[in-house]
């Protein structure tokens, strides 16, 4: 009986350092997933190491700073966009 109470005791404690876990993983997993939606919705592919080290160098502005070189660079690849005539466009 007194293992229940023991473990009824500890399971707060458990259950808090399980969340915790949770809690690391995700904030290392930030690059890796900015990355896959780069990749998918841009079409740039980057490496989390690159984010990581953007972000430690210049925060979070250079992160967006480097995101929005690389959508610019993409569309620039592209080539210019068709603007329609005005006849056309009425």
Do not use: H, W
């Amino acid at each position: 009986m007194e293992i229940l109470r023991n473990m009824t005791a500890a399971m707060p404690l458990i259950f808090a350092a399980v969340l915790l876990l949770i809690l690391v993983i995700s904030f290392r997993s930030r690059a890796v997933v900015f990355c896959q939606y780069l990749e998918t919705m841009a079409g740039i592919s980057l490496k989390p190491s690159d984010v990581r080290r953007v972000f430690k160098a210049k925060g979070q502005e250079g992160v967006r700073e480097l995101f929005l070189d690389l959508i610019i660079r993409e569309d620039l690849k592209e080539g210019p966009i068709e603007i329609p005539d005005e006849e056309i466009a009425k």
